[in-house]
C-alpha cells in the first residue's frame, strides 16, 4: 500500500524515509508496475527546488527543473540541446535535474553534461558535492538534492553527442559531452564524459589526458579516442552489447570532438 | 485504502474526485473523473496514448502522480468538439484518413492541439519532433503529419 507524503520544504521532506517524487517519468513505473516495491512517495511543492538562479559561483538550478524549462532558460542555451535530446515534448515537461541525476544506465544524459561541466549538486542539509563524488556514492546514498550548480561557460565549449537507435526520441546507445574550455580543440584542460558506458556517467580520464599531452590536430584527437574506453564499463542491455559500445564509442568521440552533432 | 478528494478544471468545468494514494492521472481521470478519452497503452510513458494538456502544455497521464493536479487546468480530447462541431484538428483526422484503429488517435491530438497553439505554423519537422512521443501502430504516420499540417492551415487566424 503507497503512502503519499506531501512537504512545503525541502529539509523536512529529506528527513522522511521514502522516495522523492521528481517528474515521476521513472518511479511511477514503478509505482504502476511494482507497487509493492514503494511505501512512501515523497513529495515536495518547495518553490526553491523550481528555482533557476544566477549567482557569483554560477546557475543554481532546482532540483525540480524540467528539461522544458531548461531548454526555454535564456542562462541555460549552452544546456538546451542536451534537455532537447532528452525523450519527447511531453517527457520533457515532466522529466526533472533531480530525477535525471539518479536515473539508472542508460538514462542520465543530462547528469553526463553535468559531470563534463565539472557542476556540484548541494543537498537538503547543506552538504555540497562534486559531480564524480556524488555518482561515486549514488547508488549508497539516501537524502535529498535541491539544487545543481552549472559554471558559466559560453556556448562552443560545450559539445554534447547522442548516439540512439531512432530520431527523434530513443534511448541512449551512448552518451558524450565535452567541455573544451577554449572552446575549440586547440586549448588544454577537456573534460570528456560518456553516459550508457557504465553504471553512472563517467569521465573518461585516459582519453582527456591523451589529448592534454598529445599534439592538437587530428593525430591527438586520433590517440585520445584510442584509448577513450580505458576506465569505462559498458554492459550489455536491449539496445546494444559491451563489445558494440566498446567498439564504436572512438568513432562517436572523434564525431563528437570534431563538433558534428 | 484512503481516498483523496482533489479538484481540478477537466476540459473548462470545475471538477472534484476522490483519488487513492499513488493513484496515476489517467486512471483517475478514467475511473473517478468518467472520461475515457485518453488511453492506457503501455502506463509506462512509451506508448503517449495517455497525453493530456496540463495548464496548456502535453503530460502523460500514466506516470503523473493523480494528487499532482490540484488546482490544475486539464485537457482531454473530450473537450476538443465544440457541441455537434469537430474541432479543426479532429475534421482533419478524420478526413486525412489520420485515423485507423485509433487508439493513438487521442494522445496525438492532444500532442497536436499542444503544438499549434504555440506555434501556429510549423514546418513538417516541427510536427514530427511534436509527435515523436506518440506511437501509431497502423497510420505510418505520414496521414497524421499530414493531418496536422492540414489542421494548421483551417484554424488560419484562431487559435487551436
Ligand atoms: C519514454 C521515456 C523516455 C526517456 N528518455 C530519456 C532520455 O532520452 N534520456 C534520459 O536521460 N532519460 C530518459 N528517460 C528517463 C527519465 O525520464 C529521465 O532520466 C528524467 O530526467 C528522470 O527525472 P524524473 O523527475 O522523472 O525522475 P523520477 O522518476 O521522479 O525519479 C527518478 C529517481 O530519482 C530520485 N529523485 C528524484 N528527484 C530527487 C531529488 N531531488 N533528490 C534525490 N532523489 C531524487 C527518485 O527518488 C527516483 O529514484 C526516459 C523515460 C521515459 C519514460
Ligand atoms: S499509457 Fe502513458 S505513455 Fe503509454
Ligand atoms: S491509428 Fe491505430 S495506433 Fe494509430
Redesign the pocket.
Known amino acids: 500500500m503507497i503512502e503519499v507524503h506531501t512537504f512545503s520544504q525541502?529539509a523536512e521532506a529529506?528527513r522522511t524515509p521514502g522516495?522523492?517524487?521528481?517528474?515521476?517519468?521513472?518511479?511511477?513505473?514503478?509505482v504502476n508496475y511494482a507497487p509493492q516495491t514503494i511505501e512512501k512517495l515523497?513529495r515536495?511543492t518547495d518553490p526553491e527546488?523550481q528555482e533557476i538562479r544566477a549567482d557569483s559561483t554560477g546557475i543554481r538550478i532546482g532540483?525540480?527543473v524540467?528539461?522544458a524549462s531548461i531548454i526555454n532558460h535564456p542562462d541555460l542555451s549552452v544546456l538546451a540541446p542536451v534537455a532537447r535530446?532528452?525523450?519527447?515534448p511531453a517527457?520533457r515537461n515532466?522529466?526533472?535535474?533531480?530525477?535525471?541525476?539518479?536515473?539508472?544506465h542508460?538514462?542520465?544524459?543530462?547528469?553526463?553534461a553535468l559531470l563534463a561541466l565539472d557542476a556540484f549538486v548541494i543537498?537538503?542539509d547543506g552538504r555540497e558535492e562534486d559531480m564524480e563524488t556524488f555518482f561515486q556514492g549514488r547508488e549508497r546514498?539516501r537524502?535529498?538534492?535541491?539544487h545543481v550548480v552549472v559554471p558559466r561557460v559560453q556556448s562552443g565549449q560545450l559539445r554534447f553527442r547522442?548516439v540512439?537507435r531512432t530520431r527523434p526520441?530513443?534511448?541512449?546507445v551512448m552518451?558524450i559531452a565535452v567541455y573544451l574550455p577554449g572552446g575549440s580543440l586547440s586549448g588544454r584542460g577537456a573534460r570528456i564524459a560518456f553516459?550508457a558506458m557504465g553504471p553512472t556517467p563517467l569521465r573518461a580520464k585516459a582519453a582527456e589526458a591523451a589529448l592534454e599531452n598529445g599534439a592538437m590536430d587530428a593525430s591527438g584527437v586520433a590517440a585520445a579516442c584510442s584509448v577513450c574506453g580505458h576506465g569505462l564499463a559498458p554492459q550489455d542491455d536491449a539496445l546494444a552489447s559491451a563489445w558494440y559500445r566498446n567498439e564504436v564509442a572512438p568513432v562517436h568521440l572523434r564525431r563528437c570532438l570534431e563538433g558534428e552533432t | 485504502m484512503a481516498k483523496r478528494p482533489i479538484s481540478f478544471t477537466l476540459n473548462g468545468t470545475e471538477t472534484g474526485i476522490f483519488v487513492n494514494e499513488g493513484q496515476n492521472l489517467l486512471e483517475a481521470l478514467r475511473r473517478e473523473a468518467g472520461d475515457l478519452s485518453p488511453k492506457f497503452g503501455c502506463g509506462?510513458?512509451?506508448c503517449g496514448a495517455c497525453t493530456i494538456l496540463i495548464d496548456g502544455a502535453p503530460h502523460?497521464g500514466c506516470?503523473t502522480l493523480a494528487e499532482a493536479a490540484q488546482g490544475r487546468s486539464i485537457e482531454t480530447t473530450s473537450g476538443l468538439a465544440d457541441g455537434p462541431d469537430l474541432h479543426p484538428l479532429q475534421r482533419a483526422f478524420m478526413e486525412g484518413f489520420a485515423a485507423q484503429c485509433g487508439f493513438c488517435t487521442s494522445g496525438m491530438l492532444m500532442a497536436a492541439k499542444a503544438l499549434l497553439v504555440t506555434n501556429p505554423h510549423p514546418t513538417r519537422d516541427e510536427v514530427i519532433e511534436a509527435i515523436s512521443?506518440n506511437l501509431c501502430r497502423c497510420t505510418g504516420y505520414e496521414p497524421i503529419v499530414d493531418a496536422i499540417l492540414d489542421a494548421a492551415i483551417r484554424l488560419q487566424g484562431r487559435v487551436a
Open positions: 525541502a529529506a522516495h522523492i517524487l521528481g517528474g515521476g517519468t521513472l518511479l511511477m513505473r514503478q515523497i515536495v527546488l532540483a525540480g524540467t528539461m535530446a532528452i525523450g519527447a517527457l515532466m522529466a526533472t535535474v533531480g530525477g535525471n541525476l539518479f536515473a539508472p542508460p538514462y542520465g544524459d543530462l547528469a553526463v543537498w537538503s546514498t537524502g535529498m538534492v535541491t547522442k540512439s526520441k530513443g534511448i541512449s552518451s553516459g | 509506462q510513458g512509451t502523460l506516470l512521443g
